[in-house]
Nanobody, 124 residues
Framework: QVQLVVSGGKLVQAGDSLRLSCAASGRTFGGYAMGWFRQAPGKEREFVAAISWTGGSTDYADSVKGRFTISRDNTKNMVYLQMNSLKPEDTAVYYC?????????????????WGQGTQVTVSS
């Protein structure tokens, strides 16, 4: 069992930077990949970024590539999403999720555990 607690969401202005954190606890088995997803108002939840257990492999949605960076620190059981050059289109509830495997995936149904989500609002 893995519990995920997401934090860091807030109201910011276009062009600002923001770092989201996801704290994992309760892991009593092997490694797991992590992903970030988001759901904008009136839209379906979409893939943002993912990272393998070792951190050696990452994947990004085209809409955030070059602006967002996913990272992890397994000694602290933490996963991060550094968001730079934020745009109003980035406004969404952001979720972290854990996949009980080592490799990255984009599909939401590949993930076993989900955090509660945190609101990021980017004003123009």
């Amino acid at each position: 069992q893995v519990q995920l607690v997401v934090s860091g969401g807030k109201l910011v202005q276009a062009g600002d930077s923001l770092r989201l954190s996801c704290a994992a606890s309760g892991r009593t088995f092997g490694g797991y990949a992590m992903g970030w997803f988001r759901q904008a108002p009136g839209k379906e939840r979409e893939f943002v970024a993912a990272i393998s257990w070792t951190g050696g492999s990452t994947d990004y949605a085209d809409s955030v590539k070059g602006r967002f960076t996913i990272s992890r620190d397994n000694t602290k059981n933490m996963v991060y999403l550094q968001m730079n050059s934020l745009k109003p289109e980035d406004t969404a509830v952001y979720y972290c999720a854990a996949r009980l495997d080592l490799v990255v995936r984009r599909a939401q149904d590949e993930y076993n555990y989900w955090g509660q989500g945190t609101q990021v609002t980017v004003s123009s």
